[in-house]
């Protein structure tokens, strides 16, 4: 399946670290038609990469490749990393180099004079050894690229190598094929100068960058990969306690005791140079939880290499085909929860809500907040919309809180999203942004209707996606809100469609996602507006 960089190499390798029967049991098929259908899409991006120039390209160029990563991870048991510190008891499984030295080394002998140092690998049920990432030098020489080196994917998401291992009835050992295949390029190169660190009087010298490679590691110290220095590359990798979380971070180390915003979102990045000078860059999002997501997901098209109708969805928001959406999100502070804690310990304390206790401080730090998540997905779909969507962004809580309030562009009127890295959709990206600003005590409760019916004003909207992780506090009267209300409210929007399509507009689906708990009235909701239910569990 995918275009191969080097060589392919065969070897009789034994079985390492087996997964139990219940392991076993565990569905393999969750994202397995994204995965082959982005391994295709994948293929065809490559070929643009000589074909275009500036940001466009940068973020055209990854498309494919996050969510094939993204994919991956996603159904994997867990990551395979190496640590500065002493192994832990019950870290042992997780040991990249000490369980699958030799699988490193292929791959550091596939990828040739572009080098390839590990990022994690991932445990896959399927597989005997695990798929393994990692940083080589970019394809024009001048920066750094992510490669993916295993077993080949198929069309429909399996490994090549799956069928071959069931064939061999139990024997230990196998003959194994791995590829080496670019997924990343133009990741940029820390300069000895930037924006938010004094200037380095003792910069090197330029080196080649080969050199470079060769000298830096990527072994993680208290759940994050080093910051990176100059000529280093952009990119600086976090995980959780529990060794299933990827998420890339700001490459830089930021001072803990500045008196600053705690929530400020800062990012890895990319970068498209010529041969003497940087073009443009692009901040670089990716975050992903091994296991985090058992459901199958269609609806991504091998076709559209990117280019096609809609978006296949994530995590929160699945299929997204229509040309006017509109997008409700919950903006409460129950959505501070964290979903993954790092292990450490950092300077300061930050609040949290935990659904059984409500709000508390802690100097623990979390990698990963609900609403951290939900904004990795928005931006990703944000990004990667077709020009002609049309799209409208609204946060709920409570009125007068900091987090109810509406994407000002989109407030009256759907917006089109334009080019890609257009100013409408930064600014639409920056909206989501703004949501985990502030402590979370003062984003607000849960009460979606006032954005609910502003949508269904807008004539031109026909499909709605509306997550919530909690319980409306009120009904729309003000009452408290109870099993009664969940007919009333369907049969209310079920009636303003059928007004909708008296006046000529096109009635509107109510896809809705509910976080963290079963929802019997947002099942309801949808099922009367010809809308689709999820219901995503806590990580």
């Given at each position: 399946?995918?275009?191969?960089?080097?060589?392919?190499?065969?070897?009789?390798?034994?079985?390492?670290?087996?997964?139990?029967?219940?392991?076993?049991?565990?569905?393999?098929?969750?994202?397995?038609?994204?995965?082959?259908?982005?391994?295709?899409?994948?293929?065809?991006?490559?070929?643009?990469?000589?074909?275009?120039?500036?940001?466009?390209?940068?973020?055209?160029?990854?498309?494919?490749?996050?969510?094939?990563?993204?994919?991956?991870?996603?159904?994997?048991?867990?990551?395979?990393?190496?640590?500065?510190?002493?192994?832990?008891?019950?870290?042992?499984?997780?040991?990249?180099?000490?369980?699958?030295?030799?699988?490193?080394?292929?791959?550091?002998?596939?990828?040739?004079?572009?080098?390839?140092?590990?990022?994690?690998?991932?445990?896959?049920?399927?597989?005997?050894?695990?798929?393994?990432?990692?940083?080589?030098?970019?394809?024009?020489?001048?920066?750094?690229?992510?490669?993916?080196?295993?077993?080949?994917?198929?069309?429909?998401?399996?490994?090549?190598?799956?069928?071959?291992?069931?064939?061999?009835?139990?024997?230990?050992?196998?003959?194994?094929?791995?590829?080496?295949?670019?997924?990343?390029?133009?990741?940029?190169?820390?300069?000895?100068?930037?924006?938010?660190?004094?200037?380095?009087?003792?910069?090197?010298?330029?080196?080649?960058?080969?050199?470079?490679?060769?000298?830096?590691?990527?072994?993680?110290?208290?759940?994050?990969?080093?910051?990176?220095?100059?000529?280093?590359?952009?990119?600086?990798?976090?995980?959780?306690?529990?060794?299933?979380?990827?998420?890339?971070?700001?490459?830089?180390?930021?001072?803990?005791?500045?008196?600053?915003?705690?929530?400020?979102?800062?990012?890895?990045?990319?970068?498209?140079?010529?041969?003497?000078?940087?073009?443009?860059?692009?901040e670089l999002y990716f975050a992903a939880f091994a296991r985090a997501d058992k459901r199958v997901r269609f609806g991504y098209n091998a076709t559209n290499s990117g280019e096609g109708q809609g978006y296949s969805g994530g995590a929160f928001f699945q299929n997204i085909t229509s040309s006017n959406v509109r997008f409700i999100l919950d903006g409460s502070g129950s959505m501070s929860a964290c979903v993954a804690w790092s292990g450490e310990i950092g300077n300061t304390k930050r609040r949290f809500y935990d659904p059984q206790t409500g709000y508390y401080k802690t100097k623990r730090i979390c990698s990963f907040t609900r609403m951290e998540a939900l904004q990795n997905e928005m931006i990703d779909i944000i990004q990667n919309l077709p020009d002609y969507t049309k799209i409208g962004?609204?946060?709920?809580?409570?009125?007068?809180?900091?987090?109810?309030?509406?994407?000002?562009?989109?407030?009256?009127?759907?917006?089109?999203?334009?080019?890609?890295?257009?100013?409408?959709?930064?600014?639409?990206?920056?909206?989501?942004?703004?949501?985990?600003?502030?402590?979370?005590?003062?984003?607000?409760?849960?009460?979606?209707?006032?954005?609910?019916?502003?949508?269904?004003?807008?004539?031109?909207?026909?499909?709605?996606?509306?997550?919530?992780?909690?319980?409306?506090?009120?009904?729309?009267?003000?009452?408290?809100?109870?099993?009664?209300?969940?007919?009333?409210?369907?049969?209310?929007?079920?009636?303003?469609?059928?007004?909708?399509?008296?006046?000529?507009?096109?009635?509107?689906?109510?896809?809705?996602?509910?976080?963290?708990?079963?929802?019997?009235?947002?099942?309801?909701?949808?099922?009367?507006?010809?809308?689709?239910?999820?219901?995503?569990?806590?990580?």
């Amino acid at each position: 399946m995918f275009e191969v960089i080097q060589r392919k190499a065969s070897s009789r390798l034994k079985r390492r670290n087996g997964f139990t029967a219940t392991e076993l049991l565990v569905s393999v098929a969750a994202g397995g038609l994204i995965m082959g259908a982005s391994a295709t899409g994948l293929r065809f991006t490559e070929r643009m990469v000589s074909e275009s120039q500036g940001k466009a390209t940068l973020r055209q160029n990854t498309t494919n490749g996050l969510r094939l990563m993204r994919s991956e991870i996603e159904r994997s048991m867990n990551l395979l990393i190496t640590r500065t510190e002493t192994l832990k008891e019950g870290e042992e499984d997780t040991d990249l180099m000490s369980n699958h030295a030799e699988v490193v080394n292929q791959c550091n002998e596939l990828s040739g004079n572009k080098g390839f140092k590990p990022l994690f690998g991932i445990n896959m049920v399927e597989l005997e050894d695990p798929v393994v990432y990692g940083v080589s030098l970019s394809s024009n020489g001048r920066g750094y690229a992510i490669l993916r080196c295993g077993v080949s994917l198929n069309m429909d998401g399996t490994y090549s190598d799956s069928q071959n291992s069931q064939q061999n009835n139990g024997d230990e050992e196998y003959q194994s094929e791995k590829f080496v295949s670019q997924i990343l390029d133009d990741i940029g190169t820390i300069p000895c100068k930037v924006s938010d660190l004094a200037e380095d009087k003792n910069c090197p010298q330029t080196r080649n960058l080969n050199t470079v490679l060769n000298e830096i590691d990527f072994h993680f110290k208290e759940g994050k990969t080093p910051a990176r220095t100059n000529q280093e590359p952009a990119l600086r990798i976090q995980t959780d306690l529990n060794t299933k979380l990827v998420k890339f971070i700001d490459p830089y180390e930021l001072d803990d005791n500045k008196d600053n915003d705690p929530y400020q979102i800062s990012a890895s990045y990319l970068e498209k140079t010529s041969r003497t000078k940087s073009q443009t860059t692009q901040e670089l999002y990716f975050a992903a939880f091994a296991r985090a997501d058992k459901r199958v997901r269609f609806g991504y098209n091998a076709t559209n290499s990117g280019e096609g109708q809609g978006y296949s969805g994530g995590a929160f928001f699945q299929n997204i085909t229509s040309s006017n959406v509109r997008f409700i999100l919950d903006g409460s502070g129950s959505m501070s929860a964290c979903v993954a804690w790092s292990g450490e310990i950092g300077n300061t304390k930050r609040r949290f809500y935990d659904p059984q206790t409500g709000y508390y401080k802690t100097k623990r730090i979390c990698s990963f907040t609900r609403m951290e998540a939900l904004q990795n997905e928005m931006i990703d779909i944000i990004q990667n919309l077709p020009d002609y969507t049309k799209i409208g962004l609204a946060a709920f809580s409570t009125e007068g809180n900091r987090n109810n309030k509406n994407w000002e562009k989109s407030k009256l009127n759907l917006v089109e999203l334009g080019p890609i890295n257009s100013e409408v959709r930064q600014s639409a990206i920056n909206f989501v942004l703004s949501l985990s600003n502030s402590n979370p005590k003062y984003w607000g409760g849960t009460m979606p209707w006032s954005s609910l019916d502003q949508a269904f004003a807008d004539g031109n909207t026909d499909t709605i996606y509306f997550l919530s992780d909690g319980k409306p506090n009120f009904d729309p009267n003000n009452n408290s809100w109870n099993v009664d209300d969940y007919e009333k409210i369907a049969k209310t929007y079920e009636d303003l469609n059928a007004t909708r399509v008296t006046n000529n507009n096109d009635s509107i689906a109510i896809n809705s996602t509910s976080l963290g708990l079963e929802s019997e009235w947002m099942q309801i909701l949808s099922s009367r507006t010809s809308g689709e239910y999820i219901k995503i569990d806590d990580i």
